[in-house]
Nanobody, 130 residues
Framework: RVQLVQSGGGSVQAGGSLQLSCVISGDSYTSALAWFRQAPGKQREAVAAIYSRAGTTARTYYRAGLEDRFTISHKPGKNTMTLQMNSLRPEVPAMYFC?????????????????????WGQGTQVTVSS
């Protein structure tokens, strides 16, 4: 059984940084990982994803406008995924969720859809104040 346990997050002032971590256990075939966020009353939206297969370089994907400030990474040996968020902007507080699944065709097209992800972390709150 796959389990995703998140850590990190919290409150920070605008311009600051936060790092989120997600430890994946129970399955070594979760080659696709992602971060989503959800503000109160809004739909969950994709933030970033990373996809790796044995013998290939990992590919990363970002929500438009975030790739210059956010960095997603994965350390397979530690089965840990992180999201480094820099130059954070004041926004409505949101819960950030990590997600995982195995290989899927056309991942580059599908990654931002919430429905393709099988496993989810418990969520962690991120608040950016002005």
């Amino acid at each position: 059984r796959v389990q995703l346990v998140q850590s990190g997050g919290g409150s920070v002032q605008a311009g600051g940084s936060l790092q989120l971590s997600c430890v994946i256990s129970g399955d070594s075939y979760t080659s696709a990982l992602a971060w989503f966020r959800q503000a109160p009353g809004k739909q969950r939206e994709a933030v970033a994803a990373i996809y790796s297969r044995a013998g290939t370089t990992a590919r990363t994907y970002y929500r438009a406008g975030l790739e210059d400030r956010f960095t997603i990474s994965h350390k397979p040996g530690k089965n840990t995924m992180t999201l480094q968020m820099n130059s954070l902007r004041p926004e409505v507080p949101a819960m950030y969720f990590c997600a995982a699944r195995g290989w899927v065709a056309q991942f580059g097209t599908l990654w931002s859809s919430e429905t393709i992800w099988y496993y989810w972390g418990q969520g962690t709150q991120v608040t950016v104040s002005s």
